[in-house]
C-alpha cells in the first residue's frame, strides 16, 4: 500500500509539473509584439525606434528639455528662487540629492535599453529591406551614442551598457570616461555608413521634399555632428575640426539664422531636433531661461 501510495505521489507530481510548464509557457498577448515580430517588417521595425523617440520625447531623462535647466541650478548658473524643499530645483541647488530622487539615472537608462534591443533585433533580422534596416541600425546606434554622450558629461564614469543581456548589466561597474567616448565613436562611425544624407519620413526610408523635411530623424549629418563635438571633448582636435567641417561646409541644409528663428521646428540651424508629444514637454524652456540650443 505504501509503494503504490509512492508511485501515485511521483506521477501525480510529473502530471503537475507538467501542467505548470503548460501554464507559465504562454503566447504573448495579442496586443503585444514579441521580440521576432517587432523587426520581421519594415514598419514595425521602424515603429521600433519611433517608440523611442516617443519616450524620449514623453520622460524626464539626460535629454528632455529640463536637463539643462536642472544642471544650471546645480551649477549656480540659474538662482533657485523655489521655497518648496522638495522641489527638484532646490534639492539640486543645495546638492541634495540621493538615490531616491535622482532625476535621470534611471530612465536614460531604460532608453540606452531600449537601443540595445533595437540593434539587436535588427541586426539579426533577414526579412527587412536593406535601406531600412541599415537606417534603423544608424539611428539606433545614433541615439545610443547620443544619450551616453549627456550621461557621461552629467554623472562622469557610467556603466557602459551594450547589451541586453541583464546578466552582464547587473554586474557591470562605471567604466572610465575614455572607454564611454571610444565606444561612442565607434557608434557614430558606423552610424555615419548607414543614416541617410536626407531627412527620412516615419518609415525611415521615403525622403521629405526638401522645402517641408521634418528635422526629427537622425541622419549622417546628425552623426557627423555629434562626433565633431565628442571629438572635441575627448581633446582630438583634427578629428574635430574635420568632422564639423563637413556638416559646416553643407550650407544648403544648415546655416545660422536670426536669434527669433533659432528656436523654430526646422529651422536651418537645426540638425536634429526631438519632436514634442505632450504638451508642456517641450523645448519653449530652453530660450525661455536663455540656454544654449542642444544637438
Known sequence: MKRNTSIYLLILLVLSLGSCRSFVELDPPKDRMNYTTAFATNSSAASVLNGLYIRIAETSNVLSERATIYMAFSADELKNLNLNAASSYTLLYQH??????????????????????????LEASN?????????????????????????????????????????????????????????????????????????????????????????????????????????????????????ASIVIGNTAMFAPVPVASAFQKNTKEAIYQIQPVMAGNNSLLEPRFLCSPRL
Open 96 to 121: 541634495t540629492l540621493t538615490s531616491n530622487n535622482e532625476l535621470y539615472w534611471n530612465t536614460s537608462y531604460t532608453l540606452i535599453y531600449h537601443c540595445n534591443a533595437a540593434i539587436e533585433g
Open 127 to 243: 526579412s527587412l529591406n536593406p535601406a531600412v534596416k541599415g537606417q534603423l541600425i544608424g539611428e539606433a546606434k545614433f541615439m545610443r551614442a547620443l544619450l551616453y554622450y549627456y550621461m557621461v558629461n552629467t554623472y562622469g564614469k557610467v556603466p557602459l551598457l551594450l547589451t541586453t543581456d541583464y546578466r552582464k548589466n547587473m554586474v557591470a561597474g562605471r567604466a572610465e570616461v575614455s572607454a564611454v567616448y571610444a565606444a561612442m565613436i565607434n557608434d557614430l562611425k558606423d552610424a555615419q555608413t548607414k543614416l541617410s544624407k536626407d531627412f527620412l519620413n516615419a518609415d525611415a526610408l521615403t525622403p521629405y521634399a526638401p522645402s517641408s523635411a521634418e528635422r526629427a530623424r537622425p541622419t549622417y549629418w546628425a552623426a557627423t555632428a555629434l562626433l565633431a563635438r565628442i571629438y572635441l571633448y575627448d581633446k582630438k582636435w583634427a578629428e574635430a575640426e574635420s568632422a
